[in-house]
């Protein structure tokens, strides 16, 4: 599953708010929102598809034609991807000629806009009513999130609890064994003799050692983890289940 822009996310939102209403599910109703009042799209065919554009607007020409076409673009590309991916249903044939509104008193000149595989798109999702599948409304409810993100987010969280879990039994472990050599020799004083010198190691001394083992051991402990931690969030390791 892709990313939606926010774009696209508004555009979604709309179809879903025109799905559950009485208002009829055409692209002609999208994109209303996205274009001027001042203008509208006039599809005559597959081939005849013109910008229609209000006669006092006419100058303003260039930069309403690019924002035009970007949105007309995104809501189009949006749908077909939609189609194609079995997450909206397009149907019938109708002879819807206009997308947008317009006032019939007022004069309006006509713009070759679109280039020819725009206008098919354009043609083809003009004359079909769109449902929104109970799939697609799920993955919205979800952020946009399928069923195999939310279960690998959800077994990479399980995984990560299960490493501090390991983590903390290391230490334990690592902590046990440290105690358990160094518990005889705490209650003496520990004596060295090298070379004739005569060196007295203290208990104090003794516990700093192993405090200092411990806080070594804890430290690669934590290097590990992390490492591991990183490797799931960028997916070089992979959580798998079950028997191979």
Do not use: W
């Amino acid at each position: 599953m892709r990313n939606f822009s926010e774009l696209e996310k508004n555009i979604i939102k709309d179809m879903v708010s025109i799905d559950s209403s009485s208002t009829m599910n055409i692209l002609g109703n999208i994109i209303k929102g996205y274009i001027p009042n001042y203008c509208y799209i006039q599809v005559s065919s597959k081939e005849n598809i013109s910008l229609m554009l209000r006669q006092d607007k006419f100058n303003d020409l260039h930069d309403i034609d690019d924002e035009i076409i970007n949105n007309l673009l995104s809501i189009v590309s949006l749908f077909n991807y939609l189609k194609e991916s079995g997450l909206v249903i397009f149907v019938g044939d109708y002879e819807f000629k206009t997308l947008g509104e317009h006032c019939i008193t007022d004069f309006y000149l006509g713009v070759e806009s679109f280039d020819d595989d725009l206008k098919l798109l354009i043609y083809k999702f003009t004359r079909s009513k769109f449902f929104i599948t109970e799939d697609f409304r799920v993955l919205i409810s979800n952020d946009y999130k399928s069923s195999e993100e939310l279960k690998y987010a959800q077994e990479k969280s399980i995984a990560k609890r299960q490493l501090h879990y390991t983590q903390g039994a290391l230490i334990i472990t690592f902590i046990g064994l440290i105690s358990s050599i160094a518990i005889p020799l705490l209650s003496t004083t520990s004596v060295a003799i090298t070379s004739g010198t005569v060196t007295v190691v203290t208990n104090d001394e003794i516990n700093k050692l192993v405090k200092n083992g411990a806080e070594t051991i804890k430290s690669s402990s934590d290097k590990v983890v992390n490492e591991v931690q990183r490797n799931l969030d960028t997916g070089i390791i992979k959580i798998e289940y079950g028997e191979k």
